[in-house]
């Protein structure tokens, strides 16, 4: 039994621990942290280990990932202390404010871990800021952000003065007559050579272009739907990562499950050897039980190749040194499930979803291209100006200036205008019909997910109570050989049992996190959840 007293005193929130922290209490004393680091999350909060008096590996883990999160410990108790020690790397306290420092430490060693001949550590949140941080896709995604930004920053352009500085000298030489388009009887024919200069700017603003306006508003959109895109891609290497670590998981489980199951199959491997010494047994039974230990060792070397393969792919994800091997540190266990009816779900579907606000956006964009066709017919209006000096070399020079209005009206552009008002209004019509279409796509995710958490949910609890049907099967029909009514037919056939029920509630749980991870994404929520 494990007693969970929360205290608060000014800024920090004590846990106190009392009794045992192993099996069910595990998963209670995690929804607790959970609840108390989300409510506490800008103060400090201490978890006071001295009244425990065992704690699992399960809760081993937990209390990692409570240190990993911020959390420090306190009142270490001669059981307690190693542990701490252990956990923390020290036997004093880990103050959070150095937890980032530790972190990046903790990330940057990995190289030197894996020269070592040892394996990476890493918790799934851990995986997932690697992730976010390295990913060629995200990469790819953010430089397509920059690049629309700058077509939005190009676009603005067009609506500011352009302002320009000329300096030019020139040397002349010109026919009289030709240049004033009439003969000068008497005069010069040719006048020249003479050199002239001229120093000066000029300047063209656009008074009055609406294209311009809707051109840059369109370009907006468009780095507005970059950016959306932009975390559509975070979301989709979050997905990626997230199922590939629950895969790491459940082979981890598997790996465990196996390796207990080895154990055990050598004991009554032993004990079947035993009884046909003492003349209870038979060879038949020896046999029997030699059998299901080679078979559990197969199943253990399939499981360990398993793992294997999800730590490989995990790396490629991360975008690690392939040599890189690493060990998820997370154990496979039933999540926080939210409470969350349909009708809010999809609402927060159609607000947070990023592939959403990208059609929004790409809405408003062909919007406002549409606007700026049909601008193109209106007349615009621009304003130039020029000033400068200019003279003739080694005679004064005088300023000079010239200020113009024009007006541009198109009058005949052999249909190009009603051409783009088309293909902006057949834009439009696309987006509105991939909205739609996604507005549906979201309500059914929502749902296959809540109807799979719900049942994955059901499941998990049913798988539990088998696993331990399955181990009181397992010892009655041992206690039958060991008491000699019975052959080891019962054991083996025990035996194989409890493996199907152990595999049933690995992969409940494993579909248990996945549906919960289904869910979070199909509300845009997948990064905050696992990533924060």
């Known amino acids: ?6 205290s608060e005193e000014g800024s920090v929130l004590t846990l106190r621990l009392e009794g045992k922290l192993a099996g069910p209490w595990v998963e209670e004393a995690a929804q607790a942290w959970s609840e108390s680091h989300a409510r506490h999350s800008e103060g400090t909060i201490r978890a006071d280990l001295s009244g425990l008096v065992f704690v699992d590996d399960a809760g081993r883990a937990l209390l990692r990932r409570m240190h990993a999160e911020g959390c420090t410990f306190s009142g270490d108790n001669c059981y307690v202390h190693p542990m701490v020690k252990d956990i923390t790397g020290q036997s ?19 190289a030197t871990a894996t020269q070592a001949g040892e394996p990476t550590r890493l918790s799934l949140k851990q995986a997932l800021r690697i992730a976010l941080n390295q990913s060629p896709q995200i990469q790819l995604g953010e430089l397509d952000q920059a690049k629309a930004q700058e077509g939005a920053a190009a676009a603005r352009a067009g609506l500011l003065p352009s302002i320009s500085a000329n300096a030019q000298g020139t040397r002349t030489k010109q026919n009289l007559d030709a240049f004033l388009g009439k003969p000068t009887p008497g005069g010069p024919l040719v006048v020249g050579p003479f050199n002239a200069g001229s120093l000066g700017v000029s300047a063209e603003v656009p008074l009055l272009d609406l294209s311009l306006w809707h051109r840059w508003k369109a370009a907006k959109a468009d780095a507005g739907a970059a950016q959306a895109q932009a975390m559509g891609i975070r979301e989709q290497v979050t997905a990626l990562v997230v199922g590939q670590y629950f895969n790491a998981q459940r082979a981890e489980a598997a790996v465990e499950a196996s390796q207990f199951r080895v154990t055990l199959a050598t004991a009554l491997g032993q004990l079947a050897e035993d009884q046909q010494k003492a003349g209870v047994g038979t060879g038949l039974d020896t046999l029997r039980a030699k059998v299901q230990l080679q078979s559990e060792k197969q199943r253990l070397i399939q ?13 490629r994800l991360l975008a690690l040194d392939p040599a890189t091997d690493i060990q998820v540190t997370d154990p496979l266990a039933a999540p926080a499930i939210p409470e969350l009816n349909f ?14 606000a990208a059609l929004k956006a790409e809405a408003a964009s062909a ?9 193109l017919r209106l007349p615009s209006l621009v304003a130039t100006g020029s000033y400068a000096s200019n003279g003739l070399q ?12 024009g007006v541009k009206v198109p009058l005949f552009v052999g249909g190009r205008i009603s051409s783009e008002v088309a293909k902006a209004k057949l834009k439009e019509q ?22 799979r958490l719900d049942a994955t949910k059901n499941e998990v609890d049913v798988a539990a109570e088998a696993v331990d049907l399955s181990k009181q099967e397992l010892d009655q029909a ?53 990533a924060n």
């Open 367 to 375: 919007e406002q291209k549409r606007a700026e066709a049909k601008s």
């Open 478 to 530: 041992r206690h039958r050989f060991e008491a000699g009514v019975s052959s080891n037919i019962e054991v083996v056939e025990a035996q194989a049992a409890l493996a199907e029920a152990n595999d049933r509630q690995i992969d409940a749980l494993y579909r248990l996190n996945q549906a919960r991870a289904d869910l979070a994404q199909a509300t845009g929520r997948l990064e905050s959840l696992y």
């Open 92 to 110: 004093g306290f880990v103050r959070p404010r150095l937890l980032p420092a530790l972190t990046l430490i903790t990330l940057a060693l990995a």
């Open 303 to 315: 499981a360990q190749t398993q793992l294997k393969t999800a730590s490989y792919a995990l790396v």
């Open 394 to 405: 080694g005679q004064p020079w005088v300023p000079v200036y010239q200020i113009g209005i």
């Open 343 to 356: 009708d809010t779900a999809y609402r927060q579907g159609l607000d947070q979803r990023p592939e959403m």
């Open 430 to 451: 696309m987006v509105a019909q991939r909205e739609k279409a996604l507005e549906a796509q979201v309500g059914q995710e929502i749902r296959t997910a809540q109807a």
């Open 1 to 6: 039994m494990l007693r969970i007293t929360p």
